[in-house]
């Protein structure tokens, strides 16, 4: 459900899919695609002036997470407090809480970005990284200690899917 918070922009309004958990205390403008089973939680702006904003199906954008301009894939994860600016964000990453991800940057598929990280301007993440770090460095999963396979399973976006419907106050 997309209440008042939806604004249109030089007649371009959002568009919801049905089976989409959108926060009433979201806020959409213009050119924005939220997909199918998809989450968006309190205090989230999606801002499709410059540019569209996608949401792909299966993916959760975390409370007070700002988007402007970004592609996300499916089964994305955004967490709290997020910045993403001119942005592609590839299936199944996850973007960690208050992390920065600047302009003309493409998160591959897989890829864990740390929590306050800051990705400057451009910067290209490979595929099944993770990144961390002010400025960000990456280093494939396979070299770290990291368990992808349980952080992709324990921040599940099918649990995030759950949990929105579960929220009727909320969405």
Do not use: K
């Not at 089976?19 to 998809?38: K, Q």
């Not at 007070?64 to 990453?93: C, F, K, P, Y």
């Not at 396979?149 to 969405?171: M, N, P, V």
Request: charged fraction near 25%.
């Amino acid at each position: 459900m997309v209440d008042s918070r939806d604004y249109a922009f030089e007649g371009v309004r959002p568009e919801v899919h049905d089976d989409a958990r959108v926060s009433r205390e979201a806020t959409l403008v213009g050119d924005v695609r939220v997909g199918a089973d998809a989450s968006v939680w309190p205090g989230v702006v999606l801002r499709g002036d410059v540019a569209p904003v996608d949401v792909g199906a299966g993916s959760h954008v975390g409370d007070n997470a700002v988007l402007h301009a970004v592609s996300l894939g499916e089964r994305v994860m955004i967490g709290h407090g997020a910045v993403l600016n001119e942005a592609t964000v590839d299936d199944g990453a996850l973007v960690g809480f208050n992390t920065t991800v600047n302009a003309d940057v493409h998160v591959g598929e897989r890829c864990i970005v740390a929590s306050g990280t800051v990705v400057p301007e451009g910067y290209d993440v490979p595929p099944e990284s993770f990144v961390r770090g002010v400025p960000a460095r990456a280093t494939p999963l396979a070299e770290t200690d990291i368990d992808a396979d349980a952080i992709f399973e324990d921040y599940s976006t099918g649990g995030y899917t759950d949990l929105a419907s579960r929220h009727e106050e909320l969405f």
